[in-house]
């Protein structure tokens, strides 16, 4: 991009776009990213392809990529000599427009990020961290008993925490600790590693199959605290849709819900099955139809046949494909 001396704003965008560049290792004039399998990369990659394009909505506001990840560096910096490789982060985010953003920015220092749903009671959320070995906090949820706020990005208080004796050693590659699955020995006892690979090889195999358009437009519906939730945000955001954030109130009203969808003509929806089978008992009882809606993508749980025919039979969604994404992907 030439110089504009009467249009300074594009002379920062330029500045802007030439440092995604080279943090990605990508020459604009040819050639990939030589590095796709972290996170972080991949989005400062997606950035670049479509830097002014809204790319999350809530209900308060959008944000484009490039803010997205100005966030992030913002972020980044106020963690730099704070954290590393080898130790973790928790992100107290609400499900908003912003929450991708600090999660970016934990993981641009090389750390892996432990996500924590704001409510969590106290507790739970302290065990946590103790396992985790935690010492840096990104929230903005406010703080806990013995946080101490040292820095502000964007909506996020940067804050530090006691040193815990824990010591856990965070094996390389990982993104995340998540929390344990339903039915696991010793649930909420104990986070367990989700390296970047584990959530990139889903998105490299799901998105494609999807057979994407440019308009595509996800939903942000789970915590980022569970598996799925740490998928169905990547899945958009680094293949260049967009996503609407399900906030907790619409989340836990399925009539809500079918609304939000057909009102944001979203083309890709991610679901537990049970929480599906409210979607299709509300979308049928409110008579709301999706014809937006291209895919309805089910994981994490048994499929409930009963609730899919019902589906079925109401036409809420003629055009959609509905999957079970729990392990290879396949048409139901």
């Not at 935690?134 to 903005?140: G, P």
Request: proline share 8%; hydrophobic share 45%.
């Amino acid at each position: 991009m030439n110089a504009t001396p009467d249009h300074p704003e594009l002379d920062q965008l330029s500045a802007d776009l030439a440092a995604l560049h080279g943090r990605i290792g990508l020459d604009p004039a040819a050639g990939r990213p030589a590095r796709r399998d972290r996170i972080d990369i991949r989005f400062a990659a997606a950035a670049a392809r479509h830097p002014t394009q809204v790319r999350t909505r809530d209900t308060a506001q959008q944000t484009t990529h490039l803010e997205l990840d100005w966030l992030a560096d913002d972020i980044a910096r106020r963690l730099s000599g704070r954290t590393g490789p080898g130790a973790a982060v928790a992100v107290r985010a609400q499900r908003s427009s912003t929450a991708p953003a600090a999660v970016v920015g934990a993981l641009r220092t090389g750390a892996a990020v432990l996500p924590l749903e704001p409510g969590h009671n106290a507790g739970l959320q302290e065990h946590l961290m103790r396992d985790a070995g935690v010492e840096m906090v990104i929230s903005d949820s406010g703080l806990l008993r013995d946080e101490i706020p040292l820095a502000k990005a964007g909506p996020f208080v940067v804050a530090a925490r006691p040193e815990t004796a824990t010591g856990r050693e965070i094996p390389p590659h990982t993104a995340f600790l998540a929390l344990p699955a339903a039915g696991d020995p010793g649930r909420a006892l104990t986070v367990r590693p989700v390296t970047h690979m584990d959530v990139l090889s889903w998105v490299d195999a799901v998105v494609p199959m999807l057979e994407p358009g440019p308009d595509e437009v996800w939903t942000y519906f789970h915590s980022l605290s569970l598996d799925l939730g740490m998928r169905e945000i990547w899945a958009p955001l680094l293949s260049g849709a967009r996503t609407v954030v399900v906030d907790r109130d619409t989340a836990c009203d399925a009539r809500a819900f079918a609304r939000l969808l057909a009102e944001r003509q979203v083309t890709v929806v991610t679901q537990l099955p049970s929480a599906f089978a409210r979607l299709a008992a509300a979308a049928r009882a409110s008579r709301t139809a999706l014809p937006a809606l291209r895919h309805v993508l089910l994981s994490d749980e048994q499929v409930d046949a009963a609730a899919l025919a019902d589906w079925r039979d109401a036409r809420i969604a003629p055009q959609a494909v509905v999957w079970d994404v729990s392990g290879p992907p396949t048409v139901l």
